[in-house]
Protein backbone atom coordinates (compact mmCIF):
# COMPACT_ATOMS: atom_id res chain seq x y z
CA UNK A 1 0.00 0.00 0.00
CA UNK A 2 1.54 3.34 -1.06
CA UNK A 3 0.66 6.04 0.26
CA UNK A 4 2.79 8.98 -0.75
CA UNK A 5 1.15 9.77 -3.50
CA UNK A 6 -1.44 11.39 -1.19
CA UNK A 7 -0.92 14.87 -0.40
CA UNK A 8 -1.54 16.04 3.36
CA UNK A 9 -4.20 18.25 3.80
CA UNK A 10 -2.26 21.45 4.46
CA UNK A 11 -0.41 21.19 1.07
CA UNK A 12 -3.84 20.90 -0.55
CA UNK A 13 -5.03 24.46 1.42
CA UNK A 14 -2.92 26.55 -0.86
CA UNK A 15 -4.06 24.62 -3.83
CA UNK A 16 -7.68 24.72 -3.58
CA UNK A 17 -9.16 27.93 -1.54
CA UNK A 18 -12.95 26.90 -2.23
CA UNK A 19 -12.09 23.99 0.42
CA UNK A 20 -11.67 26.85 3.04
CA UNK A 21 -15.15 26.84 3.69
CA UNK A 22 -15.84 23.38 4.96
CA UNK A 23 -14.55 22.20 8.54
CA UNK A 24 -11.06 20.42 8.84
CA UNK A 25 -12.79 16.99 9.53
CA UNK A 26 -14.42 17.29 6.18
CA UNK A 27 -11.22 18.23 4.22
CA UNK A 28 -9.75 15.30 6.07
CA UNK A 29 -13.02 12.90 5.19
CA UNK A 30 -12.53 14.17 1.40
CA UNK A 31 -8.84 13.35 1.66
CA UNK A 32 -9.37 9.89 2.67
CA UNK A 33 -11.98 9.61 0.22
CA UNK A 34 -9.87 10.62 -2.81
CA UNK A 35 -6.98 8.43 -1.63
CA UNK A 36 -10.07 5.30 -2.14
CA UNK A 37 -11.52 6.52 -5.27
CA UNK A 38 -8.01 6.71 -7.15
CA UNK A 39 -7.19 3.42 -5.59
CA UNK A 40 -4.00 4.73 -3.54
CA UNK A 41 -5.72 2.31 -0.96
CA UNK A 42 -7.43 -0.75 -2.82
CA UNK A 43 -10.45 -3.18 -1.70
CA UNK A 44 -8.93 -5.32 1.37
CA UNK A 45 -6.04 -2.40 2.25
CA UNK A 46 -5.79 -2.00 6.09
CA UNK A 47 -5.14 1.64 6.55
CA UNK A 48 -2.58 3.12 8.75
CA UNK A 49 -3.02 3.75 12.23
CA UNK A 50 -4.68 6.88 13.91
CA UNK A 51 -2.35 8.40 14.89
CA UNK A 52 -0.16 7.72 11.50
CA UNK A 53 -2.70 9.44 9.63
CA UNK A 54 -2.88 12.49 12.20
CA UNK A 55 0.68 12.87 11.82
CA UNK A 56 0.93 12.68 8.14
CA UNK A 57 -2.16 15.24 7.60
CA UNK A 58 -1.32 17.56 10.10
CA UNK A 59 -3.86 17.17 12.59
CA UNK A 60 -5.21 15.46 15.56
CA UNK A 61 -6.81 11.62 15.79
CA UNK A 62 -9.75 13.12 17.09
CA UNK A 63 -10.47 14.54 13.43
CA UNK A 64 -9.00 11.47 11.98
CA UNK A 65 -11.39 9.53 13.99
CA UNK A 66 -14.32 11.62 13.39
CA UNK A 67 -13.14 11.15 9.20
CA UNK A 68 -13.46 7.58 9.05
CA UNK A 69 -16.53 7.27 11.33
CA UNK A 70 -18.01 9.20 8.25
CA UNK A 71 -16.55 6.75 5.62
CA UNK A 72 -17.84 3.62 7.74
CA UNK A 73 -21.33 4.97 7.47
CA UNK A 74 -20.72 5.60 3.56
CA UNK A 75 -19.59 2.04 3.63
CA UNK A 76 -16.27 2.70 1.95
CA UNK A 77 -14.52 1.23 5.29
CA UNK A 78 -14.82 -1.61 7.86
CA UNK A 79 -13.41 -1.20 11.52
CA UNK A 80 -12.93 -5.02 13.78
CA UNK A 81 -12.22 -4.41 17.20
CA UNK A 82 -8.11 -5.73 17.21
CA UNK A 83 -8.05 -6.04 13.58
CA UNK A 84 -7.88 -2.68 12.12
CA UNK A 85 -9.76 -0.33 9.42
CA UNK A 86 -10.05 -1.75 6.01
CA UNK A 87 -10.94 -0.43 2.55
CA UNK A 88 -14.30 -2.75 1.29
CA UNK A 89 -14.99 -3.08 -1.98
CA UNK A 90 -18.17 -2.02 -3.77
CA UNK A 91 -19.90 -5.21 -3.60
CA UNK A 92 -19.19 -5.16 0.33
CA UNK A 93 -20.31 -1.63 0.57
CA UNK A 94 -23.68 -2.00 -1.27
CA UNK A 95 -24.44 -5.25 0.37
CA UNK A 96 -23.47 -3.44 3.83
CA UNK A 97 -25.58 -0.22 3.32
CA UNK A 98 -28.82 -2.24 1.92
CA UNK A 99 -28.15 -3.96 5.21
CA UNK A 100 -28.01 -1.54 7.56
CA UNK A 101 -30.82 0.56 6.14
CA UNK A 102 -33.48 -2.33 6.21
CA UNK A 103 -32.43 -3.06 10.21
CA UNK A 104 -32.44 0.43 11.22
CA UNK A 105 -30.80 -1.10 14.46
CA UNK A 106 -28.31 0.93 16.22
CA UNK A 107 -25.07 -0.80 17.80
CA UNK A 108 -23.82 -0.14 21.25
CA UNK A 109 -20.63 -1.37 22.34
CA UNK A 110 -20.16 -2.38 25.92
CA UNK A 111 -16.14 -2.00 27.39
CA UNK A 112 -15.51 -4.78 30.23
CA UNK A 113 -13.16 -3.54 32.71
CA UNK A 114 -10.05 -3.03 31.01
CA UNK A 115 -8.01 -4.20 34.34
CA UNK A 116 -9.78 -7.64 34.06
CA UNK A 117 -10.49 -8.17 30.50
CA UNK A 118 -9.16 -8.67 26.96
CA UNK A 119 -10.98 -9.63 23.94
CA UNK A 120 -10.01 -12.81 23.72
CA UNK A 121 -11.59 -13.73 27.50
CA UNK A 122 -14.22 -11.46 27.61
CA UNK A 123 -16.89 -13.94 27.99
CA UNK A 124 -15.67 -14.30 31.43
CA UNK A 125 -16.97 -11.58 32.76
CA UNK A 126 -20.32 -13.36 33.66
CA UNK A 127 -18.69 -15.51 35.58
CA UNK A 128 -17.94 -13.02 37.85
CA UNK A 129 -21.08 -11.48 39.94
CA UNK A 130 -20.29 -7.86 39.77
CA UNK A 131 -19.98 -7.73 36.41
CA UNK A 132 -22.95 -10.27 35.48
CA UNK A 133 -25.65 -8.14 37.21
CA UNK A 134 -24.51 -5.03 35.62
CA UNK A 135 -24.39 -6.70 32.35
CA UNK A 136 -27.95 -8.17 33.08
CA UNK A 137 -29.42 -4.74 33.92
CA UNK A 138 -27.95 -3.07 30.22
CA UNK A 139 -29.37 -6.26 28.45
CA UNK A 140 -32.72 -6.05 30.32
CA UNK A 141 -32.75 -2.08 29.33
CA UNK A 142 -32.29 -2.96 25.91
CA UNK A 143 -34.49 -5.81 25.34
CA UNK A 144 -37.20 -4.98 22.65
CA UNK A 145 -35.40 -1.88 21.21
CA UNK A 146 -33.38 -1.70 18.34
CA UNK A 147 -30.42 -2.28 19.73
CA UNK A 148 -27.24 -4.47 19.05
CA UNK A 149 -25.29 -4.90 22.41
CA UNK A 150 -21.39 -6.25 21.53
CA UNK A 151 -19.24 -6.59 24.32
CA UNK A 152 -15.63 -5.39 24.16
CA UNK A 153 -12.51 -6.58 26.22
CA UNK A 154 -9.79 -4.42 25.80
CA UNK A 155 -5.86 -5.09 26.88
CA UNK A 156 -5.24 -2.84 29.51
CA UNK A 157 -6.02 0.58 28.93
CA UNK A 158 -5.75 0.50 25.02
CA UNK A 159 -9.08 2.34 24.08
CA UNK A 160 -7.33 3.84 20.95
CA UNK A 161 -7.91 0.61 19.28
CA UNK A 162 -11.27 0.94 20.08
CA UNK A 163 -13.34 1.18 16.36
CA UNK A 164 -16.09 4.29 17.53
CA UNK A 165 -17.37 4.35 13.95
CA UNK A 166 -19.03 1.07 14.72
CA UNK A 167 -21.24 2.38 17.83
CA UNK A 168 -23.73 4.63 18.09
CA UNK A 169 -22.59 4.62 21.85
CA UNK A 170 -20.05 3.49 24.49
CA UNK A 171 -21.14 1.94 27.74
CA UNK A 172 -17.56 1.40 29.64
CA UNK A 173 -17.62 -0.38 33.24
CA UNK A 174 -15.52 -0.16 36.03
CA UNK A 175 -12.76 1.63 34.28
CA UNK A 176 -9.04 2.00 36.91
CA UNK A 177 -8.24 5.58 37.89
CA UNK A 178 -5.52 5.45 35.68
CA UNK A 179 -7.87 5.17 32.73
CA UNK A 180 -9.82 8.49 33.30
CA UNK A 181 -7.50 10.06 31.22
CA UNK A 182 -9.15 7.71 27.80
CA UNK A 183 -12.34 8.08 29.15
CA UNK A 184 -12.67 11.85 29.20
CA UNK A 185 -11.22 11.55 25.35
CA UNK A 186 -13.86 8.60 24.48
CA UNK A 187 -16.33 11.31 25.81
CA UNK A 188 -15.36 13.88 23.52
CA UNK A 189 -15.10 11.61 20.28
CA UNK A 190 -18.88 9.26 21.07
CA UNK A 191 -21.40 8.86 23.55
CA UNK A 192 -20.22 7.43 26.66
CA UNK A 193 -21.41 6.53 30.05
CA UNK A 194 -19.13 4.89 32.33
CA UNK A 195 -20.41 2.68 35.24
CA UNK A 196 -18.53 2.09 38.11
CA UNK A 197 -16.49 5.55 38.09
CA UNK A 198 -16.90 8.84 40.17
CA UNK A 199 -17.10 11.31 37.84
CA UNK A 200 -16.67 14.68 40.21
CA UNK A 201 -13.33 14.82 40.95
CA UNK A 202 -12.61 17.93 39.44
CA UNK A 203 -14.98 20.08 37.60
CA UNK A 204 -13.42 18.89 33.79
CA UNK A 205 -14.79 14.94 35.57
CA UNK A 206 -18.02 16.58 36.34
CA UNK A 207 -18.32 16.83 32.32
CA UNK A 208 -18.19 12.95 32.21
CA UNK A 209 -21.45 11.46 32.23
CA UNK A 210 -21.10 8.31 34.82
CA UNK A 211 -23.31 5.77 37.33
CA UNK A 212 -21.97 4.74 39.98
CA UNK A 213 -22.48 3.35 43.57
CA UNK A 214 -22.26 5.77 46.98
CA UNK A 215 -19.18 3.87 47.89
CA UNK A 216 -17.66 6.50 50.41
CA UNK A 217 -20.86 6.28 52.10
CA UNK A 218 -21.29 3.14 52.25
CA UNK A 219 -18.01 2.11 53.82
CA UNK A 220 -18.59 4.96 56.24
CA UNK A 221 -21.23 3.49 57.37
CA UNK A 222 -19.67 0.02 57.70
CA UNK A 223 -16.91 1.73 60.06
CA UNK A 224 -19.59 3.63 62.05
CA UNK A 225 -20.93 0.05 62.57
CA UNK A 226 -18.39 -1.53 63.52
CA UNK A 227 -17.58 1.58 65.61
CA UNK A 228 -21.14 1.58 67.50
CA UNK A 229 -19.74 -2.06 68.66
CA UNK A 230 -17.32 -1.24 70.31
CA UNK A 231 -14.54 -1.85 67.77
CA UNK A 232 -11.04 0.40 67.22
CA UNK A 233 -8.75 -1.81 65.86
CA UNK A 234 -10.35 -1.93 62.81
CA UNK A 235 -8.36 -3.54 59.82
CA UNK A 236 -9.19 -2.56 55.90
CA UNK A 237 -8.56 -5.57 52.89
CA UNK A 238 -8.72 -3.49 49.76
CA UNK A 239 -7.85 -5.11 45.95
CA UNK A 240 -6.56 -2.28 44.59
CA UNK A 241 -6.43 1.55 45.30
CA UNK A 242 -6.34 2.10 41.69
CA UNK A 243 -10.01 1.11 40.94
CA UNK A 244 -12.36 3.72 41.40
CA UNK A 245 -14.55 2.44 43.45
CA UNK A 246 -12.15 0.47 45.59
CA UNK A 247 -10.47 3.90 46.25
CA UNK A 248 -13.35 5.51 47.17
CA UNK A 249 -13.71 2.50 50.10
CA UNK A 250 -10.75 3.44 51.18
CA UNK A 251 -11.72 7.00 51.00
CA UNK A 252 -14.86 6.10 53.67
CA UNK A 253 -12.69 3.74 56.05
CA UNK A 254 -10.28 6.70 56.57
CA UNK A 255 -12.96 9.48 57.01
CA UNK A 256 -15.36 7.72 59.24
CA UNK A 257 -12.29 6.79 61.42
CA UNK A 258 -11.02 10.37 61.55
CA UNK A 259 -14.58 11.37 62.31
CA UNK A 260 -14.68 9.15 65.32
CA UNK A 261 -10.78 10.35 66.41
CA UNK A 262 -9.50 6.95 66.21
CA UNK A 263 -6.39 6.35 64.66
CA UNK A 264 -5.43 3.70 62.00
CA UNK A 265 -2.33 1.29 62.61
CA UNK A 266 -0.19 0.70 59.48
CA UNK A 267 -0.02 -2.93 59.53
CA UNK A 268 -3.90 -2.53 59.45
CA UNK A 269 -4.22 -1.36 56.40
CA UNK A 270 -3.54 -4.27 53.21
CA UNK A 271 -3.55 -2.32 50.25
CA UNK A 272 -2.41 -3.30 46.99
CA UNK A 273 -1.21 -0.46 44.01
CA UNK A 274 -2.89 -2.32 41.70
CA UNK A 275 -3.76 -5.78 40.61
CA UNK A 276 -0.86 -8.35 40.29
CA UNK A 277 0.29 -11.75 39.95
CA UNK A 278 0.40 -13.06 43.74
CA UNK A 279 -2.62 -14.60 44.70
CA UNK A 280 -4.77 -11.94 46.76
CA UNK A 281 -5.37 -15.47 49.25
CA UNK A 282 -1.77 -15.76 49.43
CA UNK A 283 -1.43 -12.06 50.21
CA UNK A 284 -3.87 -12.61 53.03
CA UNK A 285 -2.35 -15.43 54.91
CA UNK A 286 0.78 -13.59 54.92
CA UNK A 287 -0.24 -10.38 56.26
CA UNK A 288 -2.96 -12.21 58.82
CA UNK A 289 -0.31 -14.85 59.76
CA UNK A 290 1.82 -11.75 60.42
CA UNK A 291 -0.15 -9.77 62.50
CA UNK A 292 -1.12 -12.80 64.68
CA UNK A 293 2.37 -13.95 65.42
CA UNK A 294 2.77 -10.47 66.14
CA UNK A 295 -0.19 -10.68 68.81
CA UNK A 296 -1.49 -7.41 66.17
CA UNK A 297 -4.62 -8.37 64.66
CA UNK A 298 -7.67 -6.45 64.60
CA UNK A 299 -11.02 -7.00 66.11
CA UNK A 300 -12.59 -6.12 62.62
CA UNK A 301 -11.94 -6.40 59.10
CA UNK A 302 -13.98 -4.59 56.74
CA UNK A 303 -13.07 -5.98 52.92
CA UNK A 304 -13.51 -4.43 50.25
CA UNK A 305 -14.12 -6.86 47.50
CA UNK A 306 -16.32 -9.77 47.51
CA UNK A 307 -13.63 -12.31 46.62
CA UNK A 308 -11.34 -10.65 48.95
CA UNK A 309 -13.80 -11.35 51.40
CA UNK A 310 -13.96 -14.77 50.43
CA UNK A 311 -10.39 -15.01 50.66
CA UNK A 312 -10.30 -13.39 54.62
CA UNK A 313 -13.25 -16.01 55.55
CA UNK A 314 -11.20 -18.65 54.03
CA UNK A 315 -7.78 -17.27 56.09
CA UNK A 316 -9.39 -16.77 59.48
CA UNK A 317 -11.03 -20.44 59.22
CA UNK A 318 -7.61 -22.18 58.59
CA UNK A 319 -6.41 -20.01 61.40
CA UNK A 320 -8.75 -21.25 63.74
CA UNK A 321 -10.03 -17.59 64.18
CA UNK A 322 -13.74 -17.45 64.93
CA UNK A 323 -16.14 -14.94 63.41
CA UNK A 324 -17.35 -12.83 65.12
CA UNK A 325 -15.78 -13.91 68.14
CA UNK A 326 -12.16 -12.95 67.70
CA UNK A 327 -12.80 -11.02 64.89
CA UNK A 328 -15.85 -9.53 62.94
CA UNK A 329 -16.08 -9.19 59.30
CA UNK A 330 -18.02 -6.91 57.18
CA UNK A 331 -17.95 -7.72 53.12
CA UNK A 332 -18.71 -5.85 49.96
CA UNK A 333 -21.68 -7.12 47.87
CA UNK A 334 -24.79 -9.22 49.14
CA UNK A 335 -23.89 -12.40 47.21
CA UNK A 336 -25.84 -15.27 48.12
CA UNK A 337 -22.26 -17.52 49.50
CA UNK A 338 -22.32 -14.23 52.31
CA UNK A 339 -26.35 -14.88 52.59
CA UNK A 340 -26.14 -19.04 53.54
CA UNK A 341 -22.09 -18.23 55.35
CA UNK A 342 -21.77 -19.63 59.14
CA UNK A 343 -22.28 -17.03 60.54
CA UNK A 344 -24.14 -15.05 57.64
CA UNK A 345 -22.45 -12.04 56.61
CA UNK A 346 -22.51 -8.51 57.20
CA UNK A 347 -22.44 -6.93 54.11
CA UNK A 348 -22.36 -3.44 52.39
CA UNK A 349 -24.93 -4.52 49.32
CA UNK A 350 -24.49 -2.54 46.02
CA UNK A 351 -27.10 -1.77 43.57
CA UNK A 352 -25.31 -3.56 40.85
CA UNK A 353 -27.93 -4.53 38.76
CA UNK A 354 -29.90 -0.70 38.97
CA UNK A 355 -26.35 0.92 37.94
CA UNK A 356 -26.62 -1.24 34.80
CA UNK A 357 -30.22 -0.64 33.91
CA UNK A 358 -29.44 3.01 34.63
CA UNK A 359 -26.37 3.32 32.37
CA UNK A 360 -28.24 1.94 29.41
CA UNK A 361 -31.15 4.22 30.11
CA UNK A 362 -28.70 7.58 30.16
CA UNK A 363 -27.14 6.68 27.22
CA UNK A 364 -30.94 6.08 25.34
CA UNK A 365 -31.99 8.86 26.49
CA UNK A 366 -29.32 10.63 24.37
CA UNK A 367 -29.62 8.59 21.44
CA UNK A 368 -33.00 9.21 21.50
CA UNK A 369 -32.98 13.21 22.10
CA UNK A 370 -34.31 15.26 19.17
CA UNK A 371 -31.73 17.53 19.96
CA UNK A 372 -29.12 15.87 21.22
CA UNK A 373 -29.31 16.47 24.42
CA UNK A 374 -26.04 14.64 26.43
CA UNK A 375 -26.29 13.96 30.62
CA UNK A 376 -23.40 14.91 32.39
CA UNK A 377 -22.31 14.26 35.88
CA UNK A 378 -22.54 11.19 38.05
CA UNK A 379 -25.80 9.37 39.05
CA UNK A 380 -24.73 8.23 42.45
CA UNK A 381 -27.21 5.11 43.57
CA UNK A 382 -26.86 4.42 47.87
CA UNK A 383 -25.57 1.55 48.81
CA UNK A 384 -27.24 -0.70 51.98
CA UNK A 385 -25.49 -2.11 54.78
CA UNK A 386 -27.55 -5.32 55.50
CA UNK A 387 -26.55 -6.22 59.71
CA UNK A 388 -26.19 -10.15 60.67
CA UNK A 389 -24.40 -12.52 62.55
CA UNK A 390 -20.60 -11.45 61.78
CA UNK A 391 -20.26 -8.75 63.47
CA UNK A 392 -20.63 -8.40 67.15
CA UNK A 393 -18.93 -6.06 70.09
CA UNK A 394 -15.04 -7.52 70.28
CA UNK A 395 -14.05 -9.70 73.16
CA UNK A 396 -13.19 -8.30 76.53
Known amino acids: MDTAEAAPVRSRKKEDNSSQTKP ?6 DALRERIATGVWAPGD ?5 RALAQELGTTHITI ?10 GLLSATVGSGTFVKSRDEANT ?3 AQARSGRSRIGVVLGTHTFTNEDASRARQIPYFSEVLQGIQDTFFGKDVDVNYIGLARGDYESLPLEDFAGLIVIAPTLSDIDDIRLLNQKCRIVAVGISSDVTEEDKQLPAVDTDNVQGAYDAVQHLLSLGHTKIALVNASVQQSNLYDRYCGYIAALSDARVSIAPEHLLLYPAYNNVSHEVLIERWLSRLQEENRLPTAILSCDLQMTLFVLDVLARHEIKVPEQISVVGYDDAIQFQYHQPPITVVAQPIYTAGKRAAERLMESLESPDGAYPIGTIRLPCELIVRKSTAPPAA
Do not use: G, H, M, W
Open 65 to 74: DKAIRQLVKE
Open 96 to 98: DAS
Open 46 to 50: ALPSR
Open 24 to 29: LYQRIT
